[in-house]
């Protein structure tokens, strides 16, 4: 054949490419990659333990504002917190923990309701730091994280 490629060991054959090897097996079987389903699963129970264990805390919290406890007031006057501030304090606590709760079957409720959470947590860590009260800084601190937790979980679960 005039002017056909021919196979590089000139054996005059027209040229053809090689098979490819065939690729080896993996001694260890690998997991296929977690769909979006299992993800977004995984996600939501996350948000429902912590919005429920979050929105516990809220409540019980909302309560000792309310009713006056002694641990809830000893705390809010070492930082400075006027006693007048206490039932709005009580009701943003309690439309926290509502949101959070409402969140379980409306996403943006939840959504919104964990930014609330995050800034009255920020306001709330603020203070105490202001307040040089080191002593109280990990309780708001760590209901910062989890509102934080719980934002990220929500919207990984939409």
């Given amino acids: 054949m005039a002017g056909a490629a021919t196979d590089p060991r000139n054996t005059g054959a027209p040229w053809v490419r ?84 409402v969140g379980l079957a409306i996403p943006a409720i939840g959504v919104a309701a964990a930014v609330g959470i995050i800034l009255y947590f920020i306001g709330a860590t603020l203070a105490h730091v202001r307040a040089r009260d080191l002593k109280g800084l990990p309780a708001p601190v760590v209901l910062l994280v989890l509102g934080v937790v719980a934002f990220i979980a929500r919207i990984a679960s939409m």
């Fill in 18 to 101: 090689a098979a490819r090897p065939p690729k080896r097996e993996l001694l260890v079987s690998l997991p296929p990659p977690a769909s979006r389903t299992a993800i977004v699963d995984l996600m939501f129970i996350v948000y429902v333990v912590v919005a429920v264990l979050l929105a516990v805390v809220l409540a019980v919290s909302a309560w000792g504002k309310v009713t006056g406890d002694q641990r809830v007031t000893a705390g809010f006057a070492t930082v400075g917190v006027p006693l007048a501030w206490y039932r709005y304090l009580a009701a943003c606590e309690a439309a926290g923990a509502l949101g959070l709760m």
